[in-house]
């Protein structure tokens, strides 16, 4: 972890005073001792990352506010308040575009806000995540490497060029959520929503899809390769993907145009087409394997 303890605990003092808070005020509201915001404040313990977003909501700021990368001006611009006669001074957060400079890796995050996070790269591995968000983050060029992910929210997020492997992912929100090109290995995907999430390149290769919603996602040069694909419903145009040695379990291909799409595999029997529309070479690729080619319309 790269942040510094004398920064952080300086940055405290500095937003808790624009507040007009005391260290007693700001304890009773992170549900501490005093002497804990005095000890912060003083760079003797640091806050985790659970409690700095705490305290980030209650000051004002943005996480990234914490960061040595953070730059400051000084200015009231950073901590937009409202005060009114006789009541709390309520804040709102200020967003920036900054990266991160903590290491998250192999740590356990319950009900943690982390919207809005970016540039965390390889710093999330082996990591249990349960009901947190991630809404509206850059998360490009990240590697999850066996992480239990639970119930939390990625809505919006951008997740290009990932590399997802030997994970759990359940009842997770990836609604449009930029997935292209990233790869999920090995790795467990069920009762997700992906709704008009972008898949354009994606390659899902020895992992099960199971219970997922996919609803109007975008499928263009996606490839799937020895994986078992349960339960899921796409529509859409589905053009140059692939789905090599794939098993289908109640897979319905809805209201869609397959167009350049390829089949290998004589496991296509879990298949279902309806009111679906194919080029030749589609067709006589799911021919070969056998599939139930009724509710399949040849294109002109």
């Known amino acids: 972890m790269m942040l510094n303890s004398k920064s952080v605990g300086n940055k405290i003092s500095v937003a808790r005073k624009k507040n007009n808070l005391s260290q007693a005020d700001l304890a009773q509201q992170v549900s501490i001792s005093s002497q804990a915001v005095g000890k912060w404040e003083r760079g003797e313990s640091m806050p985790d990352i659970s409690?700095?977003?705490?305290l980030a909501e209650?000051?004002?700021v943005d996480l990234n506010y914490f960061s040595e990368t953070f730059k400051s001006n000084d200015s009231e611009s950073q901590f937009e308040t409202t005060r009114k006669p006789g009541a709390e001074v309520s804040t709102t957060k200020v967003k920036t575009n900054l990266g991160l400079s903590w290491n998250m890796s192999s740590g356990?995050?319950?009900d943690a806000d982390f919207s809005g996070l970016n540039n965390l790269k390889d710093k999330f591995s082996t990591s249990n995540m349960k009901n947190c968000k991630f809404i509206d983050s850059d998360l490009s060029d990240l590697t999850l490497q066996s992480n239990n992910i639970i119930g939390c929210d990625f809505s919006n997020s951008d997740l290009r060029n990932s590399k997802i492997r030997t994970s759990n992912l359940e009842n997770n929100q990836f609604i449009e959520c930029l997935l292209i090109d990233t790869e999920f290995t090995s790795s467990e995907i069920k009762?997700?929503?992906?709704?008009k999430a972008n898949f354009s390149g994606v390659e899902l290769k020895t992992s099960e899809l199971k219970n997922c919603i996919i609803e109007n996602a975008v499928?263009?040069?996606s490839t799937f390769k020895l994986s078992h694909i349960s339960?899921?419903?796409f529509n859409g145009t589905i053009e140059e993907c692939s789905f090599e040695n794939c098993s289908f379990t109640k897979v319905t291909f809805k209201n869609a145009t397959l167009i350049n799409t390829f089949f290998k595999g004589k496991r296509l029997k879990g298949i279902q087409f309806i009111d679906c529309h194919v080029d030749r070479m589609t067709y006589e690729f799911l021919k070969n394997g056998k599939a139930d080619l009724t509710g399949l319309t040849l294109l002109t």
């Open 58 to 60: 209650i000051l004002g």
């Open 231 to 233: 339960n899921a419903v």
């Open 108 to 110: 356990n995050w319950v």
């Open 219 to 221: 499928w263009n040069l």
């Open 51 to 54: 409690t700095l977003n705490r």
């Open 191 to 195: 009762n997700c929503n992906f709704s």
